[in-house]
């Protein structure tokens, strides 16, 4: 197969950061329709459909997103091999603010990678009171879950979860098992901020009435995982902060079906901070470590 032009897979890798063919447009200094035209020729090269229509606007397929994933590493790669060291020219402060549950089940357990390809960056985490909350002053970019909506920002979507039940050994023996889903109700539920999970994987598994008001509330998804391996109910948890834990034994998936979250995982921040250096850098390998841990079995 011949390799796609350059100005396409730079076309199909701004489309996919920004959700958008005018922002992609905007970006790449070309017109809207010089945008789609590379997109249609991309597809025409590739012989699969990388764009659906949704209601009145587009988006990828989701062939479309993993191949979009790989053209994204591939031109990091292509932009790396400019210089003569990993991380040359990229250096200064850079603060991030991210959900604790994200920092401290994935973020803390990878950042020192990054520190060690850009040695020059003195990189700061914070943590928001809200999972979307975007407004610390102090970052200058955030990791945000939610559904998309933050106004006047660049938004760009990082991944999206799926949440399945998730608990201890100790609890699946003490309850004797979970032989069917309704089962679930035998154990306390343990909720992130409201009952949506649990009812939406409930409606999906056809549990008839359940009644999802009890259990315990958190406000974030590392004390409803600390909750769960300590014994203390049962919660949905999805793979991406949950992989450690089920690796070790320290929580188990008594079900495999799964529920698609209306939120994802999202990277915030200023329209003015599209070319910062340590921005692009810390996306690029953001980005790859999170390809990297969703084909890593556990």
Not at 18 to 23: A, I, P
Not at 38 to 60: C, N, P, S, T, W
Not at 91 to 104: M, N, Q, R, Y
Request: charged share 20%.
């Amino acid at each position: 197969m011949r390799i796609p032009s350059t100005q396409a897979l730079r076309a199909l890798d701004s489309f996919a950061r920004h959700g958008s063919v005018w922002r992609a447009a905007d970006e790449l200094h070309l017109t809207r329709s010089a945008v789609s035209h590379q997109l249609r020729l991309l597809e025409r090269d590739l012989g699969f459909d990388l764009l659906q229509r949704i209601g009145k606007g587009v988006a990828l397929t989701p062939r479309g997103q993993r191949y979009a994933s790989d053209v994204r590493k591939a031109l990091t790669v292509l932009g790396d091999a400019g210089t003569q060291t990993n991380g040359a020219g990229v250096g200064g402060s850079f603060a991030i603010s991210c959900p604790p549950g994200f920092a401290s089940m994935f973020l803390c357990i990878h950042i020192g990678e990054f520190q060690q390809v850009y040695p020059d960056v003195a990189l700061s985490v914070l943590t928001p009171r809200r999972l979307d909350d975007v407004s610390n002053p102090d970052a200058d970019a955030f990791i945000a879950f939610g559904v998309g909506n933050w106004p006047n920002r660049a938004v760009e979507l990082l991944c999206e979860v799926s949440f399945m039940p998730l608990c201890s050994p100790t609890l699946l023996n003490k309850v004797g098992g979970f032989a069917k889903p309704a089962d679930v109700l035998r154990a306390n539920l343990l909720h992130l901020s409201d009952t949506e999970d649990w009812a939406r994987w409930l409606a999906l598994s056809k549990v008839e009435n359940p009644d999802t008001e009890g259990g315990i509330f958190f406000s974030d998804m590392n004390l409803v995982f600390s909750a769960a391996i300590a014994g203390q109910g049962i919660a949905l948890g999805d793979e991406l902060l949950g992989r450690r834990a089920l690796s070790e034994g320290r929580l188990v998936k008594p079900f495999e079906a799964s529920v698609p979250s209306p939120r994802a995982y999202f990277l915030v921040f200023e329209h003015a901070k599209a070319r910062h250096p340590v921005l692009n850098a810390f996306s690029d390998w953001l980005r790859a470590k999170l390809s990297e841990s969703s084909q890593t079995k556990y």
